[in-house]
């Protein structure tokens, strides 16, 4: 709003401008543009909210939420993939020695929603081994384990406890 008003301005106005009418202009324009993009991507925007996640031996059960349109009402859906339907799954690690959390990046083979097609979820804030032990025995049996687990795993010299819960839930 504040480029586009400046934009409009009578180029004439001693107080109000010091310096090259043009350059002020081109700043101005710059403004409007970006702006404007920014308005568009938040009116086009789904507004899509995850609010549960659940991990079986079978795959992954979905609730989200989103916004079809900008005044309309939140629409709640719940979707289940089986591991057919996934493209792939992931597990990241902090950015450096220090970032201990531990993060699950799932990419679907469909979009989930109106955009998304991958998702992270945050396992642990530190290198917790029950609760990634818990996810690891739920997930495809092709799925690489991460290597600090494989290091405790050849240390214990056995293989990890096996949990009683067959889901892994996550809560947003």
């Known amino acids: ?4 008003s400046f934009y409009f301005l009578n180029a004439r106005s001693p107080y109000l401008f010091f310096g090259n009418f043009e350059s002020i202009r081109i700043v101005s324009l710059t403004a409007l543009i970006g702006g404007a993009v920014v308005m568009t991507r938040a009116l086009v925007s789904d507004l899509m909210i995850l609010h549960h996640l659940r991990i079986s031996k079978s795959g992954i059960q979905i609730m989200w939420s989103y916004v079809p ?3 309309g009402a939140r629409v709640n859906i719940e979707d289940v993939f089986l591991w057919n339907d996934i493209d792939s799954v992931a ?3 902090g950015e450096n020695e220090l970032d201990l959390t531990q993060h699950l990046r799932i990419r679907f083979k469909e979009k989930v929603g109106f955009r998304k097609k ?3 979820i945050l396992v642990s804030d530190d290198r917790d081994a029950n609760r990634c032990y818990e996810l690891l025995s739920l997930l495809p049996d092709s799925f690489v384990v991460p290597e600090w687990v494989a290091v405790i795993r050849k240390e214990n010299h ?5 949990h009683g819960n067959d889901v892994f839930t996550v809560n947003f």
């Open 1 to 4: 709003m504040a480029g586009g």
């Open 69 to 71: 349109q900008l005044y």
């Open 91 to 93: 597990w990241l690690e």
């Open 118 to 120: 991958e998702i992270k």
């Open 158 to 162: 056995q293989n990890p406890p096996h």
